[in-house]
């Protein structure tokens, strides 16, 4: 096995400004150690078997089933041939796996399946794995900063994990910085796919293929009419109710806009299913580095994962300046303002009028207002992004949002209220991991 023979490529990897993603596909064998998914292919959607998915992003399912759920599927129609998708090209690496060169990539699977950290800073996400039956196998997603790049391909180089492996789809910038590096050190050539056509394959992939992938936020209760006739206005609290979104309606209409936010933030329109039918339109430099960057700064916080907490007990409004904090509370004038008093007028601002900034505020204040700033900015962009295309549809992704309760029920909330409930802001449970999927998807050719 040890022949030195191509055996294609298994990885698809990201290399962002902050983080690293890799995603690992799993040719199903008896042997291996397949892991169980709460997704689905979209398939079995015809089987009306839809999955429900853990409520909160952050938690994985607490009992997971113990066979793979995509199992006895042999009665179902074969993949539908509507898309133009990389997907097709995959069949290719099924022919190569055929010839199995499978000792070698038994080597990798089993230190990688075996282990949920890696090095420094390197984190696999099982709840997210996931078995796809039209490709024959299963995605597997880890992550780690950048930064430590260098450590992650010795890990790979010590444990001889890289054997007959010659190529890798990647991405993102760091497919350029560090490709020699990778080839040098492992003998992995890298295949350079374009960044926005990588997260677009990516999406269209998991929207496309797997059932519990979509989900928005809804208010905990619907609106009903109040004596006055009018209806209950719903307060941000209320917006928390996470629901699936999978109809068949959001998966074929175009355009819809994406926004990915990483360490900066990109909006793009993409309008068919096409490798080349999308546009990035616009961007913000106000993104996830951004938020992690000022925190740094203002908290004592070591780690993203401890300022998001952090932020989640602050009060924003003891930085914000509101609408009320300048108008005053008289309904009168608010009504011809045409703006609730509890809004936000100017992030920070209330600090621009105290004797002195900092009475009465704490770190986690500070860090509540950043993620605040930082999400109404993107939201804000967005929405009219969304008008200015008439789309209904805006996804947002990149791993700012990871494990971040508090700016995706705010992105929802704020996109639903700006746009008077016409467009709806969607998230995607591979939300960090798109880009580097498309690049194995696009590397497969
Ligand atoms: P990029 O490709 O630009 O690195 P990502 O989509 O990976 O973008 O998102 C990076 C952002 O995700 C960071 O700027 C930060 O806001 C957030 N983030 C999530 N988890 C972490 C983490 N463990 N370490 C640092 N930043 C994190």
């Known amino acids: ?21 890799l995603v690992y596909f ?7 150690n397949s892991h169980t998914s709460p997704f689905l292919d979209s398939r079995r959607r015809q089987n009306s078997d839809i999955p429900t998915f853990p409520t909160s992003p952050q938690t994985s399912p ?41 000792a070698a990539l038994d080597e990798f699977y089993k230190f990688a399946n075996e282990h949920n950290t890696f090095g420094q800073s390197g984190i696999k996400e099982p709840h997210l794995s996931f078995q796809s039956r039209s490709l024959g196998g299963s995605f597997h997603f880890i992550h780690f900063e950048t930064r430590h790049m260098p450590s992650a391909i010795d890990l790979i180089s010590e444990n001889g994990l890289a054997q ?21 050190r492992v003998n992995i050539n890298m295949i350079k796919q374009a960044e926005m056509a990588s997260l677009v394959a990516g999406i269209e992939f998991v929207l496309k293929s797997l059932v519990g992938e979509c989900f928005t936020f809804k208010p905990q209760r619907s609106p009903v009419t109040s004596s006055s006739s009018s209806p209950r206005k719903i307060t941000e609290e209320e917006w928390s109710r996470k629901v699936q979104r999978d109809s068949i309606r959001d998966r074929t209409t175009y355009p819809y806009i994406v926004v990915s936010i990483g360490t900066g933030v990109s909006f793009i329109r993409v309008d068919g299913p096409g490798p080349s039918q999308f546009e990035r339109v616009t961007g913000s430099t106000i993104g996830g580095g951004t938020y992690w960057g000022l925190c740094r700064l203002l908290t004592d916080c070591e780690t993203f994962s401890d300022v998001l907490q ?7 409004g ?18 011809k303002l045409k703006l609730p008093g509890n809004i936000v007028a100017s992030s920070f601002g209330k600090l621009a009028t105290k004797n002195n900034p900092s009475d009465g505020i704490d770190q986690k204040d500070l860090a509540r207002a950043i993620l605040m700033m930082t ?6 962009i967005a929405y009219l992004t969304a008008r200015l295309y008439k789309t209904s549809r805006i996804y947002f992704i990149g791993n700012f949002l990871r ?6 029920q705010r992105l929802s909330y704020s996109i639903d209220y700006w746009s008077n409930g016409t467009v709806e802001g969607l998230f995607l449970e591979h939300e960090g991991y798109l880009g580097a999927l498309g690049a194995f998807l696009l590397g497969q050719e």
């Open 1 to 21: 096995t040890k022949n030195n023979v191509d055996i294609g490529s298994i990885f698809g990897l990201d290399v962002g400004g902050t983080l690293s993603k």
């Open 26 to 32: 799993e040719k199903s064998s008896p042997h291996s």
């Open 62 to 102: 607490k009992n997971p089933p113990s066979e793979p759920r995509s199992k006895d599927t042999s009665n179902l129609p074969p993949p539908s041939p509507t898309h133009n998708h990389p997907l097709k090209r995959i069949n290719s690496l099924n022919s190569l796996h055929r010839h199995s060169h499978r």
């Open 164 to 184: 007959n492996i010659k190529n890798m789809g990647c991405t993102g910038g760091g497919a350029h910085k560090y490709s020699e590096m990778w080839r040098s």
């Open 310 to 316: 952090l932020a989640e007990m602050g009060d924003s």
């Open 318 to 335: 003891k930085v914000d300046m509101l609408v009320k904090d300048i108008y005053g509370t008289n309904p009168e004038a608010l009504r």
């Open 375 to 380: 999400t109404n900015n993107i939201a804000h």
């Open 403 to 408: 494990h971040n309760n508090v700016s995706c």
